[in-house]
């Protein structure tokens, strides 16, 4: 499984970005994709994520600003981020986990990780 992220980058508080992920070497019909990030000093964190079927699941700090999707002709996923607040400065990742159906709270997620990609909000 290979990803790599892309999209990240400074914008002042109420600003938007889009993260991509290029996904490649699972079978898209068994495994959920997701967001997830880290700020300095604390533990990485899920953001949303997308399961097998398209069914999407979201943190509460980013329900209605944040939105996850996939293209799966470009093996692509997306985070749509709007809104952005200061606190939302992190670094973000794209991870893969081989689960079929509900994933939010698997423990699966460890196994497969992209490089990151800063997001910084300004006030």
């Known amino acids: 499984v290979r990803l790599a992220e892309s999209g990240g980058g400074s914008v002042r508080s109420g600003g938007s970005l889009t993260l991509s992920c290029a996904a490649s070497g699972y079978p898209a019909s068994s495994y959920c994709l997701g967001w997830f990030r880290q700020a300095p000093g604390k533990e990485r964190e899920g953001v949303a994520v997308?399961?097998?079927?398209?069914?999407?699941d979201y943190a509460d700090f980013v329900k209605g600003r944040f939105t996850i999707s996939q293209d799966n002709a470009k093996n692509t996923l997306y985070l749509q981020m709007n809104n952005l607040k200061p606190e939302d400065t992190a670094m973000y990742y794209c991870?893969?986990?081989?689960?079929?159906?509900?994933?939010?709270?698997?423990?699966?997620?460890?196994?497969?990780w992209g490089q990151g990609t800063q997001v910084t909000v300004s006030s």
């Open positions: 991870a893969a986990a081989p689960v079929k159906g509900a994933c939010y709270y698997s423990t699966q997620w460890n196994l497969y």
């Open positions: 997308i399961q097998n079927d398209g069914t999407t």
